[in-house]
């Protein structure tokens, strides 16, 4: 298994009943759409003290797989729409394969 994992910050001029309502109604469309996501999670981290506002993890059968889903047109259409309510500037992105699991 390949993961993307996402660390998003909201922009600073979308409160926080607009960014929620965005992200499941617009960017969870998005991504439910891209050709090889086996499965998304999206993380609301709790609010205070936190260090980025959101994380989201897609998973791919292999780095292959993961590739070829960023590549398509409904991959890039879903990247592209991130900086919607989420500040591009500050946005991460870590690749990660499953090493160890219990």
Known sequence: MARIML?????????????????????????ANIPGVRKYVH????????????????WFDSHEAMRAAIGS?????AFADISSAFDPKKMGMIVVEDWLTA
Request: glycine share 8%; hydrophobic share 40%; charged share 25%.
């Open 7 to 31: 660390v998003l910050y909201k922009r600073p001029n979308v409160g926080w009943d607009e960014f929620r309502s965005y992200w499941s109604e617009n960017q969870a469309a998005l991504i």
């Open 43 to 58: 993380h609301q981290l709790a609010l205070g003290g936190r260090p980025a506002d959101n994380v989201a993890e897609l």
């Open 73 to 77: 047109i409904e991959g890039q259409r």
